[in-house]
């Protein structure tokens, strides 16, 4: 529903998140795009939007397995912008992305001024 699987041909050269500057793991995806990942923490399915599935295979690829079935344990990564501080928080029924945005916005010189109001 309006929601892109997270990949995205315009990601910068440097695994560095334009927007808080933040180190990310940068992979290729299957598509010829990139993906910035986030550093050092894996999710279960249940954590994840059920669109975001991402794994990095042996080749170094990252690989969206949404729609596929969940092994049992099976971990995820997790796609930066679902947790930049800089961007919109995760909602409230995804409450250990919340968490994870929350730490990064501590660690973050994000400004995060109230939406312009139009006109
Ligand atoms: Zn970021």
Redesign the pocket.
């Known amino acids: 529903m309006g929601v892109t699987d997270g990949s995205d041909t315009s990601a910068p050269f440097t695994p560095i998140?334009?927007?808080?500057?933040?180190r990310?793991d940068r992979h290729e995806t299957a598509g010829h795009q990139y993906i910035?990942l986030e550093l050092g923490y894996e999710l279960p399915a249940h954590d994840l939007p059920a669109d975001q599935l991402w794994v990095v295979r042996a080749d170094g690829k990252a690989v969206n397995l949404a729609g596929l079935d969940s092994p049992e344990g099976a971990r995820y990564r997790i796609p930066?912008?679902l947790i930049?501080?800089?961007?919109e928080p995760p909602p409230d029924n995804m409450p250990a992305l919340k968490a994870l945005w929350d730490y990064?916005s501590g660690l973050?010189a994000c400004f995060h001024p109230p939406a312009a109001e139009a006109g």
């Open positions: 998140c334009p927007e808080c500057t933040f990310q910035l930066h912008r930049c501080p800089c961007g990064n973050a």
